[in-house]
DNA sequence: CCGATTGTTGACCGAAACGGTCAATGATAT
DNA sequence: ATATCATTGACCGTTTCGGTCAACAATCGG
């Protein structure tokens, strides 16, 4: 790519960046199209083959900003101190809602590349960073505590519950709840807070 | 459209159907591809053309058929007789699950009617549907019996909390988990019993 | 004020895919 | 044998695809 792209004012390099998240969001690498990328981003098609060689070198730099971006966002949130079941899940959840606040199709573009087949890209995508989120659900119950969990309940299955909760709740927001952070905020730890009401001891309440 | 189209071997048809509902469930009506959906089905695309005027008849047959479909599948699982909360709304995730593993696109195909926007299908589309499917949450809320729940526990919370898991839970299965109706069914209700368990004053479980 | 560099675009290319048509083929049933 | 009908490959004109290029405009160092 064209390094030149970088001296480019933040906001023309967010709206081509965005635009270009946003189609490979919605489609595969194939189906994707350059001209709708450029008609989103605002810019002439033209612009963009200027700063990226080809379809392939723009879609690898998406790859490597959206990959960047999530790793540096969660691990930044992260406190490897805390060890509270509920606490661990809810900074996890806040951090992805910031995320999905301030790039919208970013998770998106990451979940679609990890299943994309197309030969022209598919060798070039790391799947360090799928074996990183495989394996996280392992890494959380190693690490969070179990014991303030009532009588019988099982930990995986509870965590679970708060991943496929948090997954639905993200997804049937609407464009406009997804602007205000701090509602968002709001209704998913008002909900969270049901949860661990009901599934702590009473003592760590 | 032709007539016809009911004579043919019910696989045939479908196929067709199946292929279509695929291609409109993946993509908006504009991009959304009769090529394809005639390779998926494995017809040509002539035979296609054959059975549906154009491109309009095809989607508007699908919207018939998926809607249809669902409201049958929904309400002959439906017991008015029942008023527990968690049974209600098992019985209609069952059905869900039921739904999507015989047709994996049906769903998909009529949230994407919902907010289809071209201007050849709009106006045609139904919105009495979706005003059905919209205060189903009210008219859920105003026949499930909320007095078992412990004390201070939202009907309306845990409600998204179920609806939201529901959610998250057949999203994140995979293609050969969809194949497996009674596994599906098992890992829902262990999962919601384990919310039942927790929710639920002790005399009523 | 100059010329060189760089940002930006409209017009264009050949190829592919689009929605849709049609003549021809093959099967079936009377 | 004939009429009916399922089915398809080839084709139409149009649009969109990834990608190129010449040209224009802005900026900037001298």
Known sequence: MNARFFELPAERQAAMRNAGLEVFAKQNYAKAS???????????KALLFHYFENKRGFYLYLY?????????EMSAAHDYSETDFFNILINAQLS??????????????????????????????????????????????????????REGVSAEALLNIVLWMADGFMRSRTPEQLQDLDALNDVFLAHVGLL??????????
């Open 96 to 149: 992805k809602i910031a995320i999905l606040h301030a790039h919208p199709y970013a998770m998106q573009f990451i979940t679609n590349a990890y299943f994309e087949e197309d030969p022209r890209v598919r060798p070039a995508l790391a799947d360090s960073f799928s074996a990183i989120v495989a394996d996280s659900s392992a890494r959380f119950l190693a690490r969070a505590d179990a014991s303030k969990l």
């Open 64 to 72: 490597e900003y959206a990959t960047g971006l999530v790793i540096r």
């Open 34 to 44: 350059m001209e709708e990328a450029a008609r989103l981003a605002g810019v002439s």
């Open 196 to 205: 661990k009401k009901q599934f702590y001891k009473e003592e760590f309440l």
